[in-house]
């Protein structure tokens, strides 16, 4: 599709987008793909540089310079021989190799998590004139799903982590009264777990959620009260 003149916004698809942004903002920019922040994964290259990228959502313009980090992409993951390649992994191992990335005032102004919160910018050693951006963590919001701190109104999509243990545990007894055992299973089960998860994170950290307000209590009644909506 790069290829052929198409652009591309890849996301996983329990990404939660919380407002309308118009994608002709990042296809008129002047960048050829756009990064988000990740965590701590990988952690080796998390070590050496002070932050990494998250593999399920990134901004690829289509443009030659795109195309050639691609097929860069693709060259690493058929290097290793298998037929699964972690995506995140790859990226992260590229990006570290062939970036000179302006992410010095990002890195000194990390929070106490230990994680870069201002996006930067970037340009290719080896493929000529490809220039990357990277988002505020805000705008495209990685973190704990249990966190202390909501994204802003100006997040536009966020990608919290797994559901604590309890609470997947109470969803699926939740499940099983209201399901028979063969809908449980398979597809169709992990599906309703996506959906539940979305419910859980509009009613924890949307407009009026739960975890904007503290008089709720701690952290784990915050998000008891969201589970319970």
């Not at 539940?196 to 509009?202: C, L, M, N, S």
């Amino acid at each position: 599709q790069l290829k052929a003149g198409q652009s591309l916004l890849l996301t996983d698809v329990d990404n939660i987008f919380t407002r309308y942004e118009p994608l002709s903002q990042f296809q008129e920019s002047n960048f050829d793909v756009i990064f988000a922040l990740e965590g701590r994964f990988p952690t080796r290259i998390y070590e050496k540089q002070g932050f990494v990228f998250c593999g399920g959502m990134t901004f690829l313009k289509a443009t030659n310079a795109t195309v050639q980090i691609m097929e860069k992409l693709l060259e690493l993951c058929e290097g290793r021989g298998t037929k699964r390649c972690d995506d995140q992994v790859e990226w992260n191992n590229l990006l570290m190799e062939d970036m000179n990335w302006d992410a010095e005032k990002s890195i000194a102004s990390r929070t106490d998590d230990g994680l870069v919160q201002q996006g930067f910018v970037g340009e290719s050693k080896t493929v000529n004139g490809f220039k990357a951006k990277v988002w505020d963590r805000d705008f495209a919001w990685r973190g704990p799903f249990q966190t202390e701190h909501c994204p802003s109104e100006q997040n536009w999509v966020a990608m919290p982590s797994n559901l604590p243990f309890n609470v997947t545990t109470q969803l699926e007894g939740l499940h099983s009264k209201h399901a028979n055992s063969q809908a449980n299973d398979g597809p169709q089960e992990r599906g309703r777990e996506k959906i539940g998860r979305v419910k859980i994170w509009e009613a924890f950290c949307g407009k009026g959620g739960t975890n904007r307000d503290q008089s709720l209590g701690g952290i784990n009644d915050r998000l008891r009260k969201a589970v319970d909506m």
